[in-house]
C-alpha cells in the first residue's frame, strides 16, 4: 500500500489544503493527515491541537482512505513510524520553495528512505494560506469560499467566546 502524510499545522485548514489531500489521494492508496504541534507557533495558534485535529477530521470525513492524526515531534519521524513513503507539500510561490527546499533537506537527513513530494497550488488558491485566512476573518471580512463550513463557524464561535 502507497501511504504518504500530509504534515502542517492547520489552524485552520483551508480549501487549499483540502485540494492537495484530494489530489495526493489519487496518487497514493492512502494519506494521513498529520497535524502538527509546531514549537516555534504554540503561542499563535487560533485553534489548539486537539480542536485542529477535530476539524480536520470533520472537514475530510467524506474523502475515502484518508486518516488524521497528531504529533508534537519531528514530523518525518512520526511518518515514518506511519509507514509512510512520502511527505506530500503543497506549494505557493517562490518563497514556500525556499522554505520547504530547507525543509527537505533536513527531512533528507533524517529519513533518506522518505520522500518528498510537492503539489502546486491552482492559480485561484495561490494566495490562500493559514495565516492570510485568519488575518482576513479577523479584520471582519468574509472567508467562506477559503474554508469549509465547519472551519468557518468554529470560528466564529471562537470569537462569539472571547467576546
Do not use: W
Given at each position: 500500500?502507497?501511504?504518504?502524510c500530509y504534515p502542517g499545522s ?151 467566546k472571547r467576546k
Amino acid at each position: 500500500m502507497k501511504i504518504a502524510c500530509y504534515p502542517g499545522s492547520f489552524d485552520p485548514i483551508t480549501i487549499g489544503h483540502i485540494d492537495v489531500i484530494k489530489r495526493a489521494r489519487k496518487i497514493f492508496d492512502k494519506v494521513i493527515v498529520l497535524v502538527a504541534e509546531n514549537s516555534a507557533k504554540r503561542n499563535t495558534y487560533f485553534f489548539d491541537l486537539n480542536e485542529r485535529v477535530n476539524l480536520v477530521k470533520e472537514a475530510l470525513k467524506d474523502i475515502d482512505n484518508v486518516e488524521v492524526t497528531s504529533t508534537e515531534g519531528l514530523v518525518v519521524i512520526k511518518a515514518r513510524e506511519l509507514h509512510a513513503q512520502a511527505l506530500i507539500r503543497g506549494l505557493r510561490a517562490v518563497t514556500d520553495y525556499e522554505a520547504e527546499y530547507q525543509m527537505h533537506e533536513v527531512n533528507e537527513y533524517l529519513a533518506p528512505d522518505i520522500d518528498m513530494v510537492y503539489f502546486m497550488a491552482h492559480r485561484e488558491q495561490a494566495f490562500v494560506s493559514s495565516t492570510n485566512i485568519k488575518e482576513i476573518f479577523l479584520q471582519g471580512q468574509r472567508i467562506d469560499s477559503l474554508v469549509p463550513p465547519v472551519v468557518l463557524k468554529a470560528m466564529q464561535e471562537k470569537i462569539e467566546k472571547r467576546k
